[in-house]
């Protein structure tokens, strides 16, 4: 991403989101080039989330999509 960014190459980041916290949406924001922000949730609800994916990555998914609204960087939600 360092590179991408350097040469001024726009991207878009992939993320489920579970592993994101302060310092890694941070970073992200801190690219330049970076246009969209894509994660998914897996239903509508936190149970449904949970339930279908084993993990609780409902919260983290939406703090990071406002994380990003918040920095005017473009976000993309799929709901499965």
């Known amino acids: ?3 991408l960014d350097s040469l001024g190459i726009p991207f878009s980041f992939a ?3 579970l592993a994101m916290n ?3 949406l941070g970073r992200l924001a801190s690219y330049t080039n970076m246009d969209l922000y ?3 949730l897996l239903g509508s609800r936190m149970e449904e989330h949970k339930a279908l994916s084993g993990h609780n990555s409902f919260d983290s ?3 990071a999509v ?3 609204d918040d920095k005017g ?3 993309y939600v799929q709901v499965t």
């Open 1 to 3: 991403l360092d590179y």
């Open 15 to 17: 993320s489920n989101s």
């Open 22 to 24: 302060e310092k890694k």
């Open 38 to 40: 894509f994660t998914s």
């Open 61 to 63: 998914a939406l703090r």
């Open 66 to 68: 406002r994380y990003f």
């Open 73 to 75: 960087i473009k976000t």
